[in-house]
């Protein structure tokens, strides 16, 4: 690529803000030298990179915290230098860092180090490491994943490394067994001359400028008044500044000094020596470390890329090939690209208050020629499309809606320079000259041209044209190019032309300010004489210029406000047409919404329905039987039998109704909401929930009930019983039978055990049966809850025993499913 071109579409700037986004200094570099590429297969892999980091990114916390360029002390070490304890704990952190991140993005734990004399080259390592981390249908992230294989593998350095130096950078005693011996015997042979010294502080304090222990050249030495030279046989190390203390080394303590000194030279040998096995060590992988550190930046500034393209709210470009476009003869012009840039965005503007512009070229469109008046957005909107396609072809992601197309050019060329102060701009007509030759000489059908004013700085008339030589030029030549200009005479070529469009940038008369808004398929007027009238230009200067502008000229601008107007029109209805259309689709998905509410509640009240009626169908059943066989079993006289007979057929009456079985009492008359009541034919209490004309709505336990007022009782269970009772000994004494509705108080249809202990839980359970048994329920329903089913599993082992239970199931998925067993019952 063109680096002048780079430089005016402000490319470097775009770089700058990339390299904000890497994290050392390798990959910031690397940013800072980021070209477009020309290579289509390699800019597609470069985006496929962007968008798996950003992926990553989103889901995973992914960083090379810790790591540095080694590469100068890798360098170093290979060619026999010694690194020093800090230069080797950066290369233990990086290679750290490494081995994490490679982990985490490929999935397996590091590979084992190899003794030197077995290790694989580097080139077959990194074979053999990414067939092993190839999950079978291939890699999620297979860019990201082939970049993070060539990072380093730690060669056992991290642990030679971490046992010799501490994190502070000290040599430890575990770097050698030689090392540990000296530092015993250094901190021996000190503290033999420290107690030496000592006793001459005692003995001679009064000889002594001051009771201290001092070094002079690195020999341990004590302060002695001048006064006394000579007394104490010494070797005199130096003095003060005044002359009245000596500082000396009493001859008995030389020996101990020499000793002292022996070993802590042989110890800094030692300290060397371990220092430099350690290089010798990142030395001995110094291609595979360098090369690693390289994947490492590389890897740094795909994130870097990841990141920068989240901040700038962008999406990735869809690429194609030039190649794919061309005709079959090589040298014959592109017939058509594909360049669409949805809500395309200036990526150095504010995203809150940059215009978004939308270019669609249609297929064979090769040149885009807008119009517009200054600082109406021309030279931005030409720099955004110059920038957007080096971005997508740097492997960026760009600042645009997605769904973006552009060809992938294998050059890109410009000549910008305005008013607006345009890096390197050249304002003059031979500056502009100059470099658009330059262009001409090299652009090719794969190359994009942006020319900015063109033909400008010279005669109209010769610049416009030159200017339309020039744009027929390039179209000969095959390439994408994009013009901006002022000259009417290139808006009737781009009209008139095959291949090339108008396009203007719109703007607002009556605040003077453009609006920045791209329009394809219309050409742009410079507007002069309005802005000239509104600014208070005397109204006769202002006729009089206008009668100097060609009639046609007047006619086609005054056709072209129409035609404006009219877009705009039809512009504002599209979007009332649009905001309709979405308002009907939510209305459409609320409807449907409520509909299917509508039927859920319909489904629950069949079924419910089904089920009250099931059980009050059940219950007669029950207690037809139960007539029956007591009928059966009778021996008393034919009065007795008239008697029973009479009551199972006012029962079966019931069922065939189907109706409610009355009791022989006096129905309830004047009932309320709410008021307890026995429902006679089940001979069980419940709650009036709703009142009709002759029936009511009673709660049964989970369950509700339809029957009439006169199968109702006010009476509370003790009131019946006793009344029942009564009425049952005259009846048995007269009859000599039982009677059938002399049946014990209802326990409910259901017995809630969750929270119980399963032993207090059996003998609720016990004693519910007998009483629901007892009072003829035919089916009954056990709440033990879902938890660990240890209760689940007593209470159906005790129903599987129980007399009384004839059989048992799980409940229905609306009955509460496995936390309920619902159990049948003789």
């Keep these: 690529?063109?680096?002048?071109?780079?430089?005016?579409?402000?490319?470097?700037?775009?770089?700058?803000?990339?390299?904000?986004?890497?994290?050392?200094?390798?990959?910031?570099?690397?940013?800072?030298?980021?070209?477009?590429?020309?290579?289509?297969?390699?800019?597609?892999?470069?985006?496929?990179?962007?968008?798996?980091?950003?992926?990553?990114?989103?889901?995973?916390?992914?960083?090379?915290?810790?790591?540095?360029?080694?590469r100068p002390s890798v360098d170093l070490a290979a060619r026999g230098g010694v690194l020093d304890p800090q230069a080797l704990l950066e290369v233990k952190s990086t290679l750290i860092a490494c081995r994490e991140l490679k982990k985490s993005l490929l999935g397996k734990a590091e590979s084992k180090d190899l003794p030197p004399e077995k290790a694989m080259s580097r080139k077959e390592r990194l074979r053999k490491q990414a067939e092993e981390t190839q999950p079978q249908g291939g890699h999620p992230f297979p860019h990201v994943a082939e970049i993070a294989s060539g990072l380093p593998d730690t060669y056992g350095l991290v642990d030679a490394i971490s046992r010799a130096l501490s994190e502070h950078g000290e040599i430890l005693d575990s770097a050698s067994p030689k090392l540990a011996s000296l530092r015993r015997e250094i901190k021996a042979a000190h503290e033999r001359l420290m107690s030496r010294l000592q006793r001459y502080l005692t003995e001679s304090a009064n000889k002594l400028q001051e009771a201290i222990i001092t070094q002079r050249d690195g020999r341990y030495v004590i302060p002695l008044r001048?006064?006394?030279?000579?007394?104490?046989?010494?070797?005199?190390?130096?003095?003060?500044?005044?002359?009245?203390?000596?500082?000396?080394?009493?001859?008995?303590?030389?020996?101990?000094?020499?000793?002292?000194?022996?070993?802590?030279?042989?110890?800094?040998?030692?300290?060397?020596?371990?220092?430099?096995?350690?290089?010798?060590?990142?030395?001995?992988?110094?291609?595979?470390?360098?090369?690693?550190?390289?994947?490492?930046?590389?890897?740094?500034?795909?994130?870097?890329?990841?990141?920068?393209?989240?901040?700038i709210r962008a999406s990735e470009p869809i690429l194609h090939s030039m190649k794919e476009a061309r005709k079959?003869?090589?040298?014959?012009?592109?017939?058509?690209?594909?360049?669409?840039?949805?809500?395309?965005?200036?990526?150095?503007?504010?995203?809150?208050?940059?215009?978004?512009?939308?270019?669609r070229l249609a297929p064979g469109i090769r040149a885009l020629v807008i119009t517009g008046p200054n600082t109406g957005g021309k030279t931005v909107s030409l720099k955004t499309v110059g920038l957007l396609v080096l971005m997508a072809q740097s492997g960026l992601h760009i600042p645009a809606q997605s769904g973006s197309e552009l060809p992938c050019f294998e050059a890109v060329w410009a000549d910008i320079g305005d008013e607006q102060s345009i890096e390197q701009s050249l304002s003059t007509f031979?500056?502009?000259?100059?470099?658009?030759?330059?262009?001409?000489?090299?652009?090719?059908?794969?190359?994009?041209?942006?020319?900015?004013?063109?033909?400008?700085?010279?005669?109209?008339?010769?610049?416009?044209?030159?200017?339309?030589?020039?744009?027929?030029?390039?179209?000969?030549?095959?390439g994408a190019t994009f013009v901006a200009t002022h000259y009417p005479e290139l808006k009737s070529y781009a009209h008139a032309t095959d291949g090339v469009v108008n396009a203007s940038l719109e703007f607002d008369i009556?605040?003077?300010?453009?609006?920045?808004?791209?329009?394809?398929?219309?050409?742009?007027?410079?507007?002069?004489?309005?802005?000239?009238?509104?600014?208070?230009?005397?109204?006769?200067?202002?006729?009089?210029?206008?009668?100097?502008?060609?009639?046609?000229?007047?006619?086609?601008?005054?056709?072209?406000?129409?035609?404006?107007?009219?877009?705009?029109?039809?512009?504002?209805?599209?979007?009332?047409?649009?905001?309709?259309?979405?308002?009907?689709?939510?209305?459409?998905?609320?409807?449907?919404?409520?509909?299917?509410?509508?039927?859920e509640e319909r489904r629950q009240t069949v079924a419910q329905a089904r089920a009250e009626a099931e059980l009050e169908v059940a219950v007669l059943k029950r207690n037809i039987e139960t007539l029956k066989r007591q009928l059966k079993q009778a021996r008393q006289p034919l009065e007795a039998l008239r008697k029973i007979e009479e009551k199972v057929e006012k029962i079966e009456e019931q069922v065939e109704a189907p109706v409610v079985m009355k009791?022989?009492?006096?129905?309830?008359?004047?009932?309320?909401?709410?008021?307890?009541?026995?429902?006679?034919?089940?001979?069980?209490?419940?709650?009036?929930?709703?009142?009709?004309?002759?029936?009511?709505?009673?709660?049964?336990?989970?369950?509700?009930?339809?029957?009439?007022?006169?199968?109702?009782?006010?009476?509370?269970?003790?009131?019946?019983?006793?009344?029942?009772?009564?009425?049952?000994?005259?009846?048995?004494?007269?009859?000599?039978?039982?009677?059938?509705?002399?049946?014990?108080?209802?326990?409910?249809?259901?017995?809630?055990?969750?929270?119980?202990?399963?032993?207090?839980?059996?003998?609720?359970?016990?004693?519910?049966?007998?009483?629901?048994?007892?009072?003829?329920?035919?089916?009954?329903?056990?709440?033990?809850?879902?938890?660990?089913?240890?209760?689940?599993?007593?209470?159906?082992?005790?129903?599987?025993?129980?007399?009384?239970?004839?059989?048992?199931?799980?409940?229905?998925?609306?009955?509460?499913?496995?936390?309920?067993?619902?159990?049948?019952?003789?």
């Design 510 to 599: 009556a605040t003077l300010r453009p609006t920045y808004k791209l329009t394809i398929g219309l050409p742009g007027r410079s507007n002069a004489l309005a802005i000239a009238a509104r600014l208070g230009l005397d109204p006769q200067i202002v006729s009089a210029a206008r009668s100097e502008v060609h009639p046609d000229n007047l006619r086609a601008d005054k056709l072209l406000d129409d035609i404006r107007k009219e877009r705009n029109r039809l512009s504002r209805e599209r979007e009332k047409i649009e905001k309709a259309r979405k308002r009907q689709e939510e209305l459409n998905r609320e409807l449907e919404k409520r509909l299917q509410a509508i039927e």
């Design 226 to 311: 001048a006064e006394f030279k000579g007394q104490i046989k010494a070797v005199i190390h130096d003095q003060s500044a005044s002359g009245a203390t000596l500082f000396i080394e009493p001859l008995p303590v030389v020996e101990l000094n020499n000793a002292l000194r022996e070993l802590e030279l042989a110890q800094r040998d030692e300290e060397r020596r371990i220092l430099a096995e350690l290089s010798a060590q990142v030395g001995e992988h110094a291609q595979e470390l360098i090369g690693g550190i390289e994947n490492l930046a590389l890897l740094d500034l795909v994130f870097a890329k990841a990141k920068y393209a989240d901040a």
């Design 663 to 826: 009791d022989e009492r006096r129905p309830v008359e004047a009932l309320k909401l709410g008021e307890k009541v026995a429902v006679s034919a089940l001979n069980a209490e419940g709650t009036v929930t709703a009142l009709g004309e002759s029936e009511a709505e009673v709660q049964v336990g989970s369950l509700r009930i339809r029957a009439k007022i006169s199968d109702l009782i006010r009476k509370t269970p003790a009131q019946e019983s006793n009344e029942a009772g009564s009425k049952v000994e005259s009846a048995t004494a007269a009859e000599g039978l039982s009677s059938p509705l002399n049946l014990p108080s209802s326990p409910g249809l259901e017995l809630d055990l969750r929270g119980q202990a399963s032993d207090d839980a059996l003998d609720l359970l016990d004693r519910y049966l007998d009483q629901a048994s007892s009072a003829g329920l035919p089916w009954v329903r056990i709440i033990h809850g879902k938890g660990s089913g240890v209760l689940r599993r007593v209470v159906r082992e005790a129903l599987r025993q129980h007399p009384r239970v004839l059989s048992y199931e799980e409940g229905g998925p609306k009955e509460g499913g496995e936390g309920v067993t619902v159990a049948r019952l003789n």
């Design 430 to 478: 031979s500056g502009h000259l100059t470099n658009i030759v330059r262009i001409l000489k090299k652009v090719n059908q794969r190359s994009l041209v942006i020319l900015d004013e063109l033909g400008a700085g010279t005669d109209p008339q010769e610049g416009a044209a030159l200017a339309r030589a020039i744009l027929a030029h390039l179209l000969e030549r095959g």
């Design 328 to 359: 079959k003869k090589d040298d014959a012009p592109l017939s058509s690209f594909a360049f669409h840039l949805l809500q395309a965005r200036h990526p150095l503007l504010d995203p809150a208050t940059v215009v978004p512009i939308d270019i």
């Design 1 to 70: 690529m063109d680096e002048k071109t780079l430089t005016m579409l402000e490319y470097p700037k775009i770089l700058a803000r990339l390299a904000e986004f890497c994290d050392f200094s390798a990959s910031k570099e690397l940013a800072e030298k980021l070209r477009p590429t020309a290579d289509f297969e390699t800019a597609q892999r470069l985006l496929a990179e962007t968008s798996e980091a950003r992926f990553l990114l989103s889901t995973r916390d992914l960083t090379i915290g810790g790591s540095h360029d080694i």
